[in-house]
């Protein structure tokens, strides 16, 4: 997949983040049903925790595939890698 379509993808999560967390705001405001705040709530964590894993294994791909970006491993160490990763949970 190219830098520019993986990005998109992204975008793509991001926004449909966006506009469930706006929906909740709404359904908060109106009144709505816990129940249906609940789902609509968990469905944009959901789609924010895959935005996150997308933009780290994107990261990781770029640094993996691109030789001109050979320095951007030497900077993901395991450490910092396993930072990343535990700090979206």
């Known amino acids: 997949m190219e830098h520019a379509e993986a990005d998109a993808a992204t975008l793509r999560r991001l926004r449909r983040a966006q506009g469930q967390l706006t929906a909740?705001?709404?359904m908060l405001g109106t009144g709505r049903e816990l129940r249906e705040v609940v789902i609509q709530l968990?469905?944009?964590?959901h789609a924010l925790h895959r935005a996150?894993?997308?933009i780290i294994s994107d990261q990781l791909r770029r640094c993996?595939?691109?030789e001109q970006d050979a320095?951007?491993?030497d900077r993901?160490?395991?450490?910092?890698?396993e930072e990343?990763?535990?700090?979206l949970a």
Do not use: M, P, R, Y
Not at 42 to 45: D, F, I, L, N, Y
Not at 76 to 81: S, Y
Not at 84 to 87: S, T, V
């Open 24 to 26: 909740v705001i709404t």
């Open 42 to 45: 968990a469905a944009a964590s």
């Open 52 to 54: 996150s894993f997308k």
């Open 64 to 66: 993996v595939l691109d």
């Open 71 to 73: 320095a951007c491993v």
């Open 76 to 81: 993901l160490t395991e450490e910092k890698l």
């Open 84 to 87: 990343l990763f535990l700090g």
